[in-house]
């Protein structure tokens, strides 16, 4: 009773007609308007729009997870959705810290965003805590399903979906094959607590045996443990692989230069990881990614339940070789399809 006389009288105020059209359209378009929007009404063939704000909450700075952001707001663009005619973009990024994405996550639905998009596996986690009704579209989660992101990613019940960057370790290992027939041993090392990667090194686990690798698992706490934990593992193996991790891509220098003194290659599971002196991957084109993302953003803010958008991940995967790190250990460097570093 109160809330619908508030809406009529709201309605009032910003001169408009409850009633035209469909009235609970109208109706809840007036509340938010009367809220906090009322400056950001955009007139579009004669119906009134209003600015939807679209924010974006990103785990850390790093060149993929920049890439994918870049990627969004064009694509978003493409679409029809353009900051500052008809979305307000509102971008903040956590620097790698838990509590800033708590504070992220609770300052947009306290401004009551119409959609979040959310960077990487822990900005993902902190939004969907943050929110049962908001959409959220994750984007670079590499397991939807045990982030406990979403139930099903055909269709998710709750109000998350997304894109996973998911790529097939079958094969980075066939890479290795290829490039360092020699390797014998993998050392596998990764970031303790980060889901993404512990499902990646799961499943490389239970396929080391088909491709006749023995493994050596290292795992890391934070990233001031990479050097000394990449050296003893490096003493140990012919290779190591590191998976889409976040805390090892952001000193992925520190790892590669350990690579390089022990004569190593070190496989990894994005392109940027190889451009900071990773040896090769197989991996998916982050602007790719980006678009897809934005794609499904788009169709939420066009009406679209959350359930009838399900999760998606890219089949188009691309090799990637480092050229100096590839001199240093002495491997190949001139492989057919590659993409090649300088
Ligand atoms: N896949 C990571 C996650 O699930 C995020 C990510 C994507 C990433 N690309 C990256 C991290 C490159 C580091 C480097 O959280």
Redesign the pocket.
């Known amino acids: 009773m109160k809330k619908g006389l508030a809406l009529v009288l709201a309605s009032m105020m910003m001169g408009m007609c409850v009633g035209c059209g469909s009235s609970a359209q109208n109706s809840e378009v007036a509340s938010r308007d009367a809220s906090s929007k009322s400056d950001s009404v955009a007139e579009n063939n004669g119906a009134t729009e209003e600015m939807k704000t679209v924010a974006i909450v990103q785990?850390v700075e790093?060149p993929?997870?920049d890439t994918i952001r870049e990627s969004i707001i064009e694509e978003l663009e493409v679409k029809g959705y353009v900051e500052g005619q008809n979305i307000k973009i509102d971008y903040q990024n956590a620097q790698a810290d838990q509590s800033n994405l708590n504070t992220i996550a609770s300052k947009f639905v306290g401004e009551k965003a119409d959609i979040i998009i959310a960077i990487?596996?822990?900005a993902a986690q902190a939004a969907a805590a943050a929110t049962s009704d908001i959409p959220v579209v994750f984007s670079?989660?590499?397991d939807p399903l045990s982030a406990k992101l979403v139930d099903n990613l055909e269709s998710p019940s709750g109000n998350v979906t997304g894109t996973s960057?998911a790529i097939p370790v079958d094969q980075t290992f066939e890479l290795c094959k290829e490039l360092t027939p020699d390797v014998q041993k993998i050392g596998f090392l990764y970031t303790a607590s980060?889901v993404?990667s512990q499902s990646v090194i799961e499943e490389a686990k239970t396929l080391a045996a088909d491709y006749g690798f023995e493994f050596e698992e290292s795992t890391i706490t934070n990233p001031s443990e990479l050097q000394q934990a990449a050296e003893i593992l490096a003493g140990k193996v012919d290779a190591i692989y590191t998976p889409?991790?976040?805390g090892i891509?952001s000193a992925m220098q520190v790892l590669a230069e350990v690579g390089k003194n022990a004569g190593i290659p070190v496989y990894v599971g994005?392109d940027?990881?190889v451009a900071d002196g990773g040896y090769a991957t197989v991996g998916i084109k982050?602007e790719d990614l980006g678009v897809k993302t934005a794609d499904m953003v788009a169709e939420i803010l066009g009406g679209k339940s959350v359930s009838e958008v399900p999760v998606a991940t890219l089949d188009q995967f691309y090799k990637v070789i480092n050229k100096q790190t590839g001199e240093a250990i002495k491997a190949p460097v001139d492989v057919e399809g590659a993409t090649i570093v300088e």
């Open positions: 785990y790093h993929s997870l990487a596996t822990p670079a989660v590499t960057d980060e993404n889409i991790d976040n891509a994005a940027s990881m982050y």
